[in-house]
């Protein structure tokens, strides 16, 4: 069979392994149960190529004695029960047996032992295997998350690791690359390259059972549990010693997705709509829908708006009407600003209207205990085909169009940032800080409940959003978080996706619970899949807002030699701790570029990396060394560090940094730049300077700046740019 | 003679243990050796009381077959030889032997391979050694630092350990409460508490252990390294199965160090002068001379200032003397503002003026590879006993007496923070940040290359200045790590000491390197020792200045209990990240306090901890539950997460807050409140207007305000008062 197999084309043979499989599979469902025992994991173990040991099932223990001669000692005896799961707590594992009377002798004992802890389970003989020896134990799992779906897992054997919780995963199916990448995603990596003298693991032959077994769960979502643990895994190969498959033959096939280009269509006439239909529309100053109404007007927007108002004849100087169905024209937009009660009745109206979108400001459904309320409106907005932003938030800002469908203060400084919130109060510091930092924005969402519309259709609208550079993220749960990373993986090689996921710890992500009564995944998981759709994670509010900030006016560096150019040696120090903490690389200075740079500092000047130009050098210092790091191309990205003199004030060093900057840019050398300013307060204009030139520059900090050039390089590596 | 020990008092035994070490290492000297054979090790460890396993030394293999059938087997076989370091790479080591026949082979096995291995190496036999088994393997260390002197170290034995660099260190001796902490203080901690069904280790054996290690140590500074590689932990015991010890008879003592009241007067006389002489004032401006005297004058210093000058009679206003030696009064502080290489002669007549300290503005010392310069200036020192500060210093400041001693801009917001720089460059962060954050300072100290006053002398001061209320300090290394310790131990129990490390990395040491000549140490090294003596340490720049600013201002707090009250839900899940992240406990909320915030917040909102009271509440909503969190002795501190509403506006918030806080403190309850505030940018005026006021409030963030409360909370624990 195994010649046979390999004569056929790949895709049949993949054909065949699958049938392999859905044979057992289809056995196991017969007999009404969940869980494979060992030779039904070997068979599907090898219909997909994983690597087992020999073996073979023994109904006697003379059985047993010549299966263990024909594949050499020592070997290693199982119990084979449908009905004891967890075989090593019932005895029924024997280990090292040398010699054919210890094989003997083990089978008696181990069926013993099986009889004693279930008394009633069904015995199917004793597997005889092959027993492995030396290398380096692995695991290699797969589970099932609500959110992401089939994970493939990898970390170390051990009960020490099992103490460390050094695992990694990977949303199956994983591709080689991934599958090398969790080889150095977990901690103690260093393992699988040989320490005290051991040899190295085969690299490609661990990836290649972890693509398998990512491959075989994708191919069959009742998989619901796989591990293989351990695996040994040698110089010379990876052998899955135990196999553990359980199923879930009930698992709920995953609901349909909406294409792309219907997301992108019914997202772009909401978000740049050229009509608005305000529900709750109000003259009377206080209301939500009479704050909703001024800001439409006051952020200047230019579309239609439509008031629409049970009694009113006229809002605002707007002609207002009883029901969305009375406006003439089309609407693109509605903006809800009526108590819950009654949001149903007015979303009903719209799809008989055919608007495609409803902003939903008002509270007071799932987050309020009142789940029914929202289940209600999913149902009518399904029904018609009505995209539903919230319930339960302040609306969004779409700069670009100068529209601001919120009761939120109006908001106009216009930039590349989109940025969006599960919270609203979150919304509010986002809003708050991109006035106060002067970030430019190209829209805030508040994304509330999520009932549907969620982060990733922000994140295909994004993507073709010409006016947004970079998309920030502010989150507490992804209600499909395979459809975010699947999207956030495509948008991410185009602009940098920034997320921070809330509810990180147990107390944050019950804390999020109680809130939002979204149950928040395990953090790893998070942390590993966002790795691999190529997301940029902020650790903290204020990081979320710094990297919307920096990110996109930084340019993308060309290579990993990040240089240090610093007026204080102290600095100096703590920009270096900044570089290594932030996952970027000092250049290893080469002779020739060193002496270039010892030209231009005191004799007392450390040369190296960091270039310490020293306290007292006045402006041409800083412009001979900067230059010169923009011109060499061997450098890829510089950090300033600025120290406040009298023969260099603050705003002379921000003014001749944009200077040489501009000067180089023009000759093409364009490189990310960002600084770190030392002085008394005068710096913080002159890092206000800066940043509006296109150098994210901080004061009193040695760290905010490196934070913001790590980000543009995690983007810029996960983008395949690097 | 076991028995003979029983019966002496503890100093006599102790005495013993010492007389019968000091034999054993005189030997080992007499010999020329640097390194103790087994056996000596085993007479080591037997005199201090450290468990190792029974053994003897074979001389042949009948002899070892004897020693073996006496002591039970398995056995070990190990190479005795003074030339075999490495016993194991020289195939020197045999174990599980379990048989006499095993044992007498196995004793020709390792002498053929020792011959191999070195052919002139001196055999002196083979230790037979019990078999260790079970149990949990973990290593306990001594080593040499060339700053914090000896050093414990405990962790886990096996490949994995030493690849994750899981180790713990301690200054010895150790108390037993250090040696408690250690056992906690690795990352694979739950180890010890037995996993997967296995038994805990006996935490006071092994913590004997470690004691008894680091008094070996301390009592025999010539003992350089220590390993006990593996002790075998178990419920009963805990035995070393292995000594290594490594010895340097060269080692030099400590120097001297001067004492307490020594350091304490002569830094009274200096930071707080009665007269200040200027060496090298000027009437020029723009010289470094000038700018001292101009800061001495305008910043209000109110003793005598002596200008010394070579020519002139008077410098802005003030008699000018050519000499301190030709002032008639008595000067405690010289300020130096001439080049370096007039430092010297000028110190000298300094030192016979009788001048007690010198403030060393000038560079061109050792950081700009002049040390011989430096050596001669702390020669004079020492002959006059003159304390340095500096060189290569900006100066220093001290408010209550309106000093500025500094070329730098003066400074005059009064307040109760220490702060202290090695590098100028952040020394003027410092003062910017002070100045635009408004955080009071009592000091800032420029230390430079540190020749003599260092970050201890300042502890020492700091802690009898009834004006300092929290000490936070930068630097790159520490010339005595044991003084500062010592020091840092004892201060840290008064008043928070927070130290930001800089060179944490290996390229920030490089950089530290380079900038000041000063190797950088291991940083778990320093990270262990700072928690030992308390010491709470920033991660950042900002954060020892936020720490600096928000912990003396904050009120100690009486338990571990944090509840946090919050109008945004969003926020509230960030915070409780935060209180994660911190080392923070949220309060497990009592049913009946519950019930009683339940009352005040509307029935949508979240019970439990964090308190979500909602977004649209009015300002009693807020000023309700906070007034419980304060007046409910179960709860310890409070944090609040503010959402900028209509209905609050953030003014009336803060005011608000302030309000309550103090109606509470007038009835006793006085706790730690720190604020998070989402809103637009008013909650920027809002959050000052409550830092202010005594509440460390953040606008847009959801970290600062939890890590400010988090160093209060490490400060207290180190300090023991929680």
Redesign the interface.
Known sequence: MAEAALKRAPEDYAAAARDEVRRVLDRVKAEGRTSLTAPEGKLVCDAYGIPVPKEGVAGSASEATRLADSMGYPVVLKIVSPDILHKTEAGGVLVGLRSAEEVAKGYDTILANAKNYNAGARIEGVQVQQMLKGGTEVIVGAITDGSFGKLVAFG?G???????KDITFRMAPATRQDAMSMLDGI??H??LKG??G?DPVDREALADVIVKVSQLVSDFPEISELDLNPVFATKADAIAADVRIVLDFDAKPRPAVRSNEEIVTAMNRIMRPKAVAVIGASAEA?KIGNSVMKNLINGGYKGQIYPIHPKADEILGYKAYKSVKDVPGVIDTAVFAIPAKFVAAALTECGEKQIPGAVLIP??FA????PQLQDEIVEIGKKYNIRLMGPNIYGFYYTPENLCATF??AYDVKGSAALS??????G??I???S??AKMGVSAIVGLGNKSDIDEDDLLAFFEQDDNTKVIAQ?C?DLKDGRAFAEAAKRVSKKKPVIV?K???????A???A???GALAGNDKIYEDVFKQAGVVRAR???QL?EFARGVPILPTPKGENVL?I????????????????NGLS?MQMPPDLDEAFKKFIP??G?S?N?V?IT??EPPRTYQNTVRLGLEDDRIHALIL?Y??T?VTPPMVFARLMVEVVEEMKAKGKVKPVVASL???????EASQYLYDHGIPAY??????PVEVLGAKYKWARGAGLL
């Open positions: 170390l051990g009960v020490l690791v099992e103490v460390l901690q103690a260093e393992m320490v005290r051991g206080g509270s007071g987050e309020a205990g009142e939120c203060t919130s599960q919270s609203g109060g979150i509010m510091a809003i708050g800080f006035r106060s502010h507490e921070l809330a509810g990180r710890t147990s107390a944050g019950r804390a999020a109680s809130h939002t903290s509010l204020r807002l240090i610093t007026g204080a040696g102290g600095s100096g120090v703590l920009l270096s701790d900044s570089v290594v903490d000092l004799p007392f450390a190296g960091p310490d306290g007292g560090g120290w406040h009298i030392a002085g008394d307060i005068e710096v913080e004061a009193y900090s040695t760290e905010l």
